[in-house]
DNA sequence: TCTGGGGTCCTAGGACCC
DNA sequence: TCTGGGGTCCTAGGACCC
């Protein structure tokens, strides 16, 4: 056992609570978010839960339900949500700075040491975040990052928690492990579920008793963090600097499917200035360019095509006109014609930081394009994000995505901010 | 008709080297 | 034709997370 302690704060059906803030007559009622493109349901209210509405079901599945039962549905609105997540992190923040934010929803922080009835603490936490951000948050503690997560989930399972569970000094916690899947694990999913299952390995208690030996072979390392955890000793540290990312990755299906190579480099030239514009705004230059293109795997009366290709930059690059053109030769040469094409991506890695990339002996300044980068950005920061495009993009953009119902960003367009009459 | 997007880590296996 | 052992590096694929 390890005297750390570990807290573990999640939003409530996050884009949800986001959407009711704005709108408080969805108080009570169903309510669901959308993925990308509306596919996919990603986040649910009590409410639409109760109506046996699954995660990550596609919206086409449940239509018969959400039409009977009145349930509202929200398109994903990242911009708000993201903006909701920035408060809710900042108003963490000001009770501590052993933080680590973990997810747009979810943030671990180090109770370590702090005196007094951390329940009491918990709940005052829980209180203020919901005064200032009007987001309802449930709350895990205890001694393990992985059972912090096994706290919050109970605490978000039972309303008599009242939104916060602490697992410290429990002194039955076997007989409530034993009441809970392994698949509820948090680093277990369900091919390991099924695995363990198929060993007799069914609820935490069992994965927790389990020998190392066994657990080393059926679920690797991290695996056996996992058990370590569980039992009470710590692997897992609170992670508050945040390291630089290995790959950036801008992807989308497109809206209908398409055949003609230009629509598909046009999209693809987005992608890749999109990308490039997220690891220029962190300082880095990538060395390696990936693309991806696949017709739709759902589909089963066509033959389904995937393929990627990689090209490895011989001087490391941010320059949106450079890997534009990159992206551009490599979709060219992985296209065949005759195929409905579904989704296409973007991938760089290889990330150098800027002014630390090996210097190429035959490569020479390149001053001038490195200042219309930084120009480029200036203008589309302060008049959009699609100001300036690089030429390639100009087509018809027949792909665009389905968006159907999307909130205002109330938080971050003055013309959507809320009127009170 | 309609099935997201963006990450991380680990492992197995092949290529290659001495 | 026989055909070792040990090491590194890279990649593809699979698992997980939100």
Redesign the pocket.
Known sequence: MTNEVFALI?CNAFYVSCERVFNPKLNNKPVVAL???D??I?ARSKEAKALGIKM??????V?DIIRREKVHVFS?NYTLYGDMSRRVMNTIAEFTNDIEV?????AFIGLTGIPGDLLKYAHKIRKVILQYTGIPVSIGIANTKTLA?TANHLAKDDESFNGVCSLLNLKNIDAVLSCIEV?E???????????LNMHGIYNIKQLKDAEDSRIRKLM???GLKTVFELRGTSCLPLEEVR???????????FG??LKELADIQQAVSI?AR??VE?IRKEQLLTSSVTVFLRT?P??KKNKYYFN?T?I?LSKPSNDTIEVVKVASNLTRKIFKTGYAY??A?V?L?GFYPEGEEPVDLFSKNSTIRDELMVAIDKINLRHGGNTIKIASEQLSGVWA?KKENCSPNYTTNIDAVLNVD
């Open positions: 999640d993925s990308n493109n596919g996919c990603i990550g079901v596609p919206l086409f599945k239509k994903s973990y997810s747009i929803d979810e997560k698949g694990v948090w680093g277990i999913g369900r091919q390991l579920s099924k695995k690797s390392i991290n390291t630089t990312r290995k790959s950036c990755c801008t992807s989308r299906s209908q499917s992608f999109r990308a997220r739709n759902f589909d990627t990689s490895h579904q989704k991506g991938l890695s995505q």
